[in-house]
């Protein structure tokens, strides 16, 4: 049996009455969801199906079924609400799901027309909706898969990654191990369920008999896939005495910058958690003068999401953090980062596993080492470009300069075969292009010739995973912008007079 199960059964007998997990006027006992889960499996047993998916708002609902799916032997797909429609007939089909249960009924079955409602459930309060989806599916080998996560990927189609409780229960223990978890934690998720991170987060707070806090995204302030009321969601952290939570990094500073200017102090929280991206260093300063207790963590999919962390007992800010427990990690020759010790079975497409000789899975990412094994992550090994100059940059870099300026909301860089690097910028609310120019200028002092930004152009929008140019995990899709701005850019070096290789 799945820890996660075992732990959920052993607090209902030791602790029947802890909360569990609270909603919007509604909180389940340990008692409470233990029995909510065996009502949901044996039904799901008796409906006889093999792939499930969830398309629905965080509630305590959702992680009922995702519990019961576990105890049902039955392979749940998270269906991120921020994906297109496209995106979801495209893992519908992948994956073969029979069933999604959901919260936005009218959506799903516009989708397909063959798509048949075929009933409700009433999970403690929250109102599922069942849709047939079997004239959809397709065959896949699902033995020994307890979950397939999408990632929205940097270039084409979402990618499956087929992950085996084993491995989530190891990553949730862990993790549960690293953030001290407590009876008497509040967790708050910020995240959508969908997103793996957030998923076994949830795990590692069962696992610890605290509390995990499933509200709508819109009542912690998430508007959208990118949208963000920070005050709401600040408000939402004090109304809750919220202890623990996971974020991202351009949450992180949207929540500085308010806690700066509104000196409000969030005196309950232990434990912020924040990862999908590297974390400028002047970012978690900027954290630990807002009483913050930023820890940068780092982690993959294809890992069972976390992989190294940082703790109350040893933290080293520029770091990652230590590989959790159960993982080993090693740097190859050309400095790309390798993890071995939980680890998904495949992908559900042909792509193929990338491991090495010893099982180490090669991440894609760059990095170090130090001699106390801190885990330093320095780029993406296919984003490094090469300047006609003959130069190596890797554009993490000057984009995380270019982002910690009070007048840049986000940037991307390009320098392949180029004579100077080139900027999309989206700009704070009100700023002139004299500001940005200023703000430009500051950050090509801080670096080196060959990594400096040489033109810069105006984006015509965020980016963001609504429109394709954000993964769910909220990097960069480069390619993908790139076919927006690319002949742009490449008029504004003509009007420079410069030329690509």
């Not at 967790?187 to 509200?215: K, R």
């Not at 180029?418 to 989206?426: R, T």
Request: aromatic residues 8%.
């Amino acid at each position: 049996m799945s820890a996660v199960l075992e732990a959920v059964r052993g607090y209902a007998q030791t602790q029947p009455d802890n909360i569990a997990v609270s909603g919007v006027g509604q909180s389940l006992s340990y008692s409470d969801l233990q029995g909510e889960v065996e009502k949901l499996s044996a039904k799901l047993l008796a409906s006889g199906s093999k792939v499930l998916g969830v398309f629905a708002d965080n509630s305590p609902a959702w992680i009922i079924i995702d519990l019961a799916a576990v105890a049902a032997d039955i392979v749940l797909v998270p269906l991120p609400v921020y994906f297109s429609d496209r995106q979801l007939v495209h893992v519908i089909q992948d994956t073969g799901i029979d069933v999604v249960f959901t919260d936005q009924h009218s959506r799903i079955k516009a989708l397909n027309d063959s798509f048949q409602s075929t009933g409700a459930y009433d999970l403690f309060g929250g109102q599922i909706s069942c849709v047939s989806t079997s004239s959809a599916t397709t065959q896949i080998d699902i033995e020994n898969i307890s979950k397939i996560t999408y990632t929205s990927g940097t270039t084409g189609a979402p990618k499956g990654v087929c992950l085996t409780q084993e491995t989530l229960d190891k990553v949730a223990k862990s993790l549960a191990l690293a953030s001290d978890g407590k009876m008497s934690d509040l967790h708050l998720s910020v995240f959508p369920l969908a997103m793996l991170l957030e998923n076994v987060g949830v795990y590692s707070v069962l696992l610890s008999g605290a509390t995990s806090i499933q509200l709508p995204l819109i009542d912690v302030g998430m508007h959208g896939s990118s949208g963000l009321d920070v005050k709401k969601m600040c408000d939402c952290f004090v109304e809750n005495n919220v202890t623990t939570t996971i974020m991202s990094p351009q949450m992180l500073l949207a929540l500085c910058h308010y806690l700066s200017n509104n000196k409000q102090h969030l005196s309950k929280l232990r434990f912020l958690a924040v990862g999908g991206a590297h974390v400028h260093e002047k970012l978690l300063a900027l954290a630990v003068n807002c009483s913050l207790p930023v820890y940068q963590g780092y982690g993959l999919s294809e890992c069972g999401s976390v992989v190294c962390l940082n703790t109350v007992v040893k933290n080293k800010a520029s770091s990652v953090g230590l590989p959790l427990p159960h993982v080993e990690i090693k740097i190859s020759d050309d400095g790309e980062v390798c993890v071995k010790g939980a680890l998904f079975r495949k992908y559900l497409s042909e792509t193929p596993v990338l491991l090495d000789s010893q099982g180490f899975y090669q991440t894609g990412d760059l990095g170090y080492m130090d001699d106390e094994g801190f885990l330093y992550i320095v780029g993406r090994k296919k984003h490094v470009f090469i300047t006609s100059f003959g130069r190596n940059v890797s554009p993490e870099w000057p984009e995380e300069e270019l982002n910690m300026q009070t007048v840049i909301a986000q940037s991307v860089v390009y320098g392949e075969g180029m004579a100077i690097n080139a900027a999309i910028i989206v700009p704070v609310q009100n700023v002139t292009e004299t500001q940005i120019d200023k703000a430009v200028t500051a950050v090509n002092t801080t670096l080196p010739d060959y990594s400096r930004i040489g033109v810069w152009l105006y984006a015509d929008e965020p980016f963001s995973i609504m429109n394709q140019q954000l993964t769910s995990t909220g990097r960069l899709r480069r390619q993908i912008i790139w076919s927006v701005y690319g002949e742009r850019i490449v008029t504004r070096y003509k009007q420079k007079g410069e030329l690509f290789l």
